[in-house]
């Protein structure tokens, strides 16, 4: 028996209460503030265009299980991301943070923000220092994602576990961290904790379920729907939904040891009820909880090495099994090593990926690997060249059950992508 | 922090002598950039001058990244860079915070007290600098070879050695030493632990998450 799971129907997009109360803060700030001749505003434009070449399947974006952001019907030119960021400072202390990005025409709506939140940062004091977000962001996980735009400086598409994140988790709700800075009195060493409650993440977990990891780079918008409507197995899946009205909670540290070393832990929890699954039909809910780790390591001459390690399981009702519940732990580990030369990045990285299938006849289940190269050349501070071959091997129950294919597959994807950047601080 | 080693050497006699600091890493090779204080410890009453001095913010950077200014000396923060900048310190010497500027929107800060001023912005926690503020007479920072002179009087002094990458922050490398019969004295101290090591320099300024 294959547990199919349920096609959230074509519904009207929503602007989400959150993004609306948002907007207007955004907006009443701006014509209040007090402060006008001191405040800052940041903003940033970029355009990225593709060559592609691919022999991959269909991605899930396309209704697919392709693991890769291209399938082979892709390859040619592809809009990369075109984005357009804002950092408004509101008075002293406050700052608004828009982030708004097009990666192509397939979700509901063509532009759609990845991140909007406030930033309360109060001067430190006595050593320590305290910060406050409100709005949609990532949790502090990923340790590649650290350019602008949670854009990874060293490849095109993200690890499998960042590309995860991408795809189905982000905050709404806050997130709290108060960090002790050691380096900045005499010591090698600050050391943080973040504690985040969220809600609008229910869904966190259905492209897991189904589709299961893949390595990409398009970021779904806040509120934004996962694959298409109709298309088995995703679906039109939102990731970003409230209806159980629990909310969920995460925990966090840092240790940084001067500029260097970057060491981060998180345990996260979206405590969705299942069972809520079963009540609705239209929306998905599961219950996903997950450990990460992470640690970064720069050193002198360009070299960086990065590695992260995330395993947690979600849990949803299955549709044809009323009142039962079936589980997919899941678990994803990557190292990149990176090398920095004048203008010039060499970047490798590996990845490694599972996620297994309990109660429910091996649907979703799905194992495999991939080797990342890129070679990225910042022209100046407007151009840049990115070429970029990725090659995942994987084995997907589903790809033999939907597409009737042979469950090993291996996909290979090369990009050359060229960026344009512009923006007040882009000189 | 321990002196590991200290050398004197005089040779003649004059009224004004050179006093020549010379600072060594653990291995033995040149400190450059080590700040030297030299404080008189006989009654003599000297001060340095209050200066205006500036630290600008450039490519994400503070430039000077450590300053030394005698006590009473004051000094503007403009901001270069097109982006916004937010300075801080909560060190005890001097406790102040430029909101959000660019451009040289403020007067310039008054240091009436001795001690280090770590200097960070409250945007990009990659930027670090330090003030010296300080109440020696004397004072400067080692070159490429590891050394710093000076003209003085002859008399008793306590020389103090710091670098922002001692390990231990707080533990000045001192040495006491008498100028006597001699136009030329020569001091050299050497750290007991390794330096931390130096920011990484050379990181895209975008990447900040």
């Known amino acids: 028996m294959v547990c199919l799971r349920k096609v959230a129907p074509h519904s009207a997009p929503r602007l989400s209460t959150l993004a609306f109360a948002f907007a207007f803060a955004f907006a009443f700030a701006l014509l209040a503030l007090p402060d006008i001749g001191r405040a800052s505003t940041d903003w940033e434009a970029s355009l990225d265009g593709r060559l592609v070449s691919s022999d991959a399947n269909p991605s899930f974006m396309q209704g697919g299980l392709g693991t890769v952001r291209y399938g082979s019907d892709e390859s040619g030119v592809q809009l990369g991301r075109a984005r357009f960021a804002l950092t408004q400072s509101l008075g002293e202390v406050w700052s608004a943070h828009l982030d708004a990005s ?80 050691g380096t900045r009195s005499g ?31 398009r970021q ?61 039909d239209q929306n998905y809910s599961q219950h996903t909880s997950f450990n990460s780790a992470g640690v970064r390591i720069e050193a002198d001459h360009g070299w960086t090495a990065i590695a992260q390690w995330l395993d947690g399981e979600t849990t949803t009702a299955a549709d044809d099994v009323p009142g039962g519940l079936s589980s997919w732990p899941f678990r994803a580990e ?45 022209v100046d501070a407007h151009w840049r060249f990115t070429l970029e071959w990725l090659q995942v ?21 090369v990009q050359l992508a060229i960026r344009y950047a512009l923006g007040s601080a882009i000189r | 922090m321990l002196l590991c080693a200290g050398q004197l050497a005089a040779a003649g006699a004059a009224v004004a002598a050179t006093l020549v600091i010379n600072a060594r890493t653990t291995d033995g090779h040149a400190l450059q950039g080590a700040v030297v204080t030299v404080r008189p410890l006989d009654g003599q009453v000297r001060h340095a001058a209050p200066l205006r001095g500036v630290v600008d913010q450039i490519n994400r950077a503070f430039a000077p990244d450590l300053l030394i200014i005698p006590v009473g000396s004051t000094v503007e923060f403009p901001n ?64 490429s070879a590891g050394a710093w002179s000076t003209e003085l009087p002859r008399g008793h002094y306590r020389v103090t050695l710091w670098h922002p990458r001692l390990r231990e922050n707080d533990a000045d490398l001192e040495r006491e030493l008498t100028v006597a019969e001699s136009d030329r004295a020569e001091l050299t101290l050497t750290l007991s632990k390794p330096l931390q090591p130096a920011p990484l320099t050379d990181r895209p300024h975008s990447w900040d998450y």
């Open chain 1, 334 to 378: 990557y190292a990149l090593l990176s090398k920095r030369f004048g203008r010039s990045t060499l970047s490798a990285r590996y990845d490694r990926f599972v996620v297994d299938s309990i109660g429910a006849d091996g649907y979703g289940a799905q194992s495999g690997h991939a080797w990342t190269a890129a070679y990225v050349f910042n």
């Open chain 2, 80 to 143: 270069s860079d097109f982006v916004s900048h937010q300075i801080y310190s909560f060190s005890p010497t001097k406790r102040f915070q430029l909101p959000l500027y660019r451009g040289k929107p403020y007067p310039p800060v008054h240091f009436d007290q001795p001690g280090v001023v770590t200097l960070g912005c409250n945007i990009h926690d990659d930027m670090l600098a330090y003030l010296v503020v300080t109440d020696a007479p004397w004072y400067g920072r080692t070159d």
């Open chain 1, 102 to 181: 097009m990666f192509d025409d397939k979700d509901r709506s063509p532009v759609g923000l990845t991140e909007a939140y406030l930033l309360f940062r109060p001067y430190p004091r006595a050593g320590y220092r305290f910060r406050l977000k409100a709005g949609g962001f990532y949790p502090p996980i990923s340790l590649e994602n650290r350019a602008s735009g949670w854009e990874s400086p060293y490849t095109l598409s993200y690890s499998a576990i960042d590309s995860w994140l991408a795809v189905e988790v982000r905050t709404v709700g806050l997130e709290g961290t108060l960090d002790w800075l």
């Open chain 1, 220 to 280: 779904t918008p806040l509120f934004g729907r996962v694959g298409q409507l109709g298309d088995q197995p995703l679906g039109g899946a939102e990731p970003f939904l409230q209806f159980d009205h629990r909310e969920g909670v995460y925990g966090g540290l840092e240790v940084r040891y001067l500029d260097r070393v970057v060491l981060r832990v998180l345990h996260y929890d979206n405590r969705a009820n299942p069972q809520l699954d079963e009540v609705s």
């Open chain 1, 187 to 217: 010591h090698g060493f600050d050391v943080g904790v973040t504690g985040g409650v969220f809600g609008w993440n229910q869904g966190a977990g259905v492209v897991l379920t189904n589709n299961g990891f893949s390595l990409t780079d």
């Open chain 1, 393 to 413: 091997v994987s084995s997907s129950f589903s790809r033999e059950e939907f597409f009737g294919g042979p469950p090993l597959l291996t996909e290979t994807q």
